[in-house]
């Protein structure tokens, strides 16, 4: 009986997996357009209700340099004189961070479905499986990324930095945030049937992900334990990337090198720790 | 039989899941390469936790496993290379077509795409699904889909292949229909199966020899003729016009046991194989001159052994908890 060779390659069956993965997304119109819009929608809500800067400027009756020195102080703080602008920036790490969860859900139902077991009796790589997860949640977020930044412009979003290398730059951080998030969350699906496992510990990250970072309010103006936090959040680098790029703005560590080189480490340990985390406890 | 290359190989494996579930408890087997190997137990017996063991998708708590000359355990990847499995439940992906399910599958054997659509389309010839082929799974019938899981399965041309349940909830038509995929891919392709079933006609009618399996253990291994054989043998009846007694003459006829005559002309009895010894019984009697009205043969079943063998009749426990069963497969299976 003839067989075939095509077990050399260790990575084979990614291509295929990844494909059927993103298929349940973009085939079902209502899930796709829902995930695609969610953003924008709360990046109108949040970025134009919350327009910080108005604190400073709705009263007329001000003298011009009172109004000034309340741009004065919106530069300061937000290193932009846009609240808008500054929250738009954050809501990139919001998307990766919502979407990091589909991963592990999608692997808890091919549990449930009976899928996963027949994956598993394939010679496909463990790994593979758990990559599959994370590159999908990954693709997703980037998949967004993009809707949202075409929105946050139509809805006044500078455009004097939206240069070809800088948007990449963008995409490469949230990238690594998004992977970083997913291998961690996947963590929580893989020995359970229970979908909501992932879900109850995504919702309860979520927020306390975001106001520990800079996305929303500047680290300065935190109570100093909480600037601790925040420099341990993923969440602060990505954010901080993306306004350098975007926005010219520096109000983090201001170094894109470090910046990087901190987000890569995250993303780096978070896989190796969900990949072979899996490999040895991906199971029946 | 022992020159035949055992191409599975079970010793003392046992699972317990959680340090609590005792789901098999040491089961020791042999399964011969190109046989059809049943094991046939209740729900709950530990059928499909064995066959997730030997699947490599589940890790034994101890015991050897060997599956293709490799140890489940050490060697998984190898195992894998060599076989193939249709699970208990539905696992073809409900979004995609059937066609698209068979190139997954393809894929994750890393068979190449040309070789890989021919032999889909071969598959898909041979299950009778070549018109639904592009559409999506959603729309198939549980016969349809069963077929489809097979064809998946065959994909890696496997040389073992494991059918956990392969008619759980069919109508007895389409469970007919399976059967003869199974027998006609044994023949065609050169495939050992393994398969699962709480069926009696069904282990009877595929398996060349079964193990009987209850609460994790093996309690019987045999064809199903000798499982039969156990329980004493065939039931002959026979009529004669005449009045006289034969008892004499039938018990003298060699391969007949406990003869009883049940009223003036009739008499029940035991013999080791039913077809072989009826002749013999006509032909004696003809030559004394006797002359036969009737004659019926009653083979025990494979239900009257289990009974034996168990305590519990398999009957007993299809019906209600089939249709549960059903369910939940089906439920599982919705999005
Ligand atoms: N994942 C699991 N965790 C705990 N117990 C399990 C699990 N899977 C099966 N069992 C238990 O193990 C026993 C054998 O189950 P199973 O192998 O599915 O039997 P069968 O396939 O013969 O119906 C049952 O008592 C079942 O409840
Ligand atoms: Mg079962």
């Avoid at chain 1, 949040?46 to 741009?71: E, I, R």
């Avoid at chain 1, 929580?188 to 992900?209: K, S």
């Avoid at chain 2, 059809?36 to 066959?51: Q, R, V």
């Avoid at chain 2, 229909?177 to 006609?201: C, G, P, Q, S, V």
Wanted: proline share 4%; glycine share 6%.
């Amino acid at each position: 009986m003839s067989r075939t060779a095509g077990y050399n390659n260790p990575l084979h069956g990614l291509g295929a997996l990844l494909h059927r993965e993103l298929a349940q997304w973009y085939r079902d119109f209502v899930v796709l357009f829902i995930s695609l819009i969610q953003p924008v929608i709360w990046l109108g809500l949040f970025g134009k209700a919350f327009d910080l800067s108005k604190l400073f400027t709705t009263n007329a009756n001000l003298p011009p340099a009172y109004q000034q020195l309340a741009q004065q102080t919106m530069l300061n703080i937000f290193g932009t004189t846009s609240y808008y602008a500054f929250f738009a920036a954050g809501m990139l790490s919001f998307i990766a961070i919502t979407t990091a969860v589909f991963g592990s859900m999608s692997i808890v139902w091919d549990r449930r479905l009976g899928f996963l077991e027949r994956i598993l009796s394939t010679p496909v790589s463990r790994g593979v499986i758990i990559m599959t997860k994370v590159f999908s949640a990954t693709i997703r977020t980037l998949i967004q990324v993009a809707v949202i930044l075409i929105f946050a412009v139509a809805l006044g979003f500078p455009t004097t930095y939206l240069t070809p290398l800088r948007i990449l730059g963008t995409f490469a951080a949230v990238a690594l945030l998004s992977m970083s998030l997913a291998s961690l969350l996947i963590l929580l699906g893989i020995r359970t049937t229970n979908y909501q496992r992932p879900m109850v510990v995504a919702n309860l990250i979520t927020l306390p992900l975001m106001f520990t970072s800079n996305a929303m309010y500047p680290i300065k103006l935190m109570p100093g334990w909480l600037q601790i936090v925040a420099k341990v959040n993923p969440v602060t680098y990505t954010t901080d990337i993306v306004r350098i790029l975007l926005l010219n703005v520096n109000n983090g560590t201001g170094n894109l090198f470090i910046d990087f080189t901190i987000l890569l480490g995250f993303a780096i340990v978070a896989s190796a720790i969900g990949i072979v985390t899996s490999w040895r406890y991906l199971t029946m | 039989m022992s020159e035949r290359e055992v191409i599975i190989k079970v010793r003392n494996l046992e699972k317990i899941y959680n340090g609590v579930v005792h789901a098999v408890k040491g089961i020791s087997f042999d399964v011969y390469r190109g046989e059809i190997f049943g094991l046939l137990g209740p729900n709950g017996a530990g059928k499909s936790t064995t066959i997730k063991m030997l699947t490599t998708v589940l890790k034994p708590t101890s015991g050897i496993a060997e599956v293709c000359g490799y140890d489940v355990a050490k060697h998984p990847v190898e195992v894998r290379r060599c076989i193939s499995v249709v699970p208990q439940e539905y696992t073809s992906d409900e979004d995609l077509t059937g066609f698209e399910n068979m190139m997954l599958m393809a894929s994750l054997y890393g068979i190449p795409k040309a070789e890989a659509e021919k032999r889909a389309w071969e598959l898909l010839e041979m299950v009778n699904l070549k018109d639904a082929a592009n559409r999506k799974v959603e729309t198939y019938s549980g016969g349809m889909r069963r077929r489809l899981e097979i064809a998946m399965s065959l994909i890696n041309r496997p040389k073992v292949l494991f059918l956990d349940e392969p008619t759980l909830g069919l109508d007895v038509q389409t469970r007919a229909a399976i059967w003869e995929y199974i027998r006609k891919l044994k023949e065609e392709y050169d495939i050992t199966i393994l398969l699962t079933t709480h069926y009696m006609e069904e282990a009877d009618s595929l398996c060349n020899r079964i193990a009987i399996i209850d609460h994790g253990k093996i309690v019987k291994i045999g064809s199903p003729d000798e499982l039969k054989a156990l329980l004493g043998g065939d039931i002959i009846e026979i009529s004669i016009a005449e009045k006289e007694d034969i008892s004499e003459i039938l018990s003298k006829i060699p391969a007949v046991r406990e003869v009883k005559k049940l009223d003036t002309s009739t008499y029940r009895m035991k013999v080791e194989s039913g077809e072989k010894v009826a002749p013999q019984i006509i032909e004696t009697i003809l030559q004394r001159g006797f002359h036969v009205i009737k004659l019926s043969m009653a083979k025990p079943t494979l239900d009257e052994v289990y009974l034996e063998l168990t305590g519990r009749s398999l009957r007993d426990e299809e019906g209600g908890e089939d249709m549960w069963r059903l369910r939940m497969t089906l439920r599982r299976a919705r999005r």
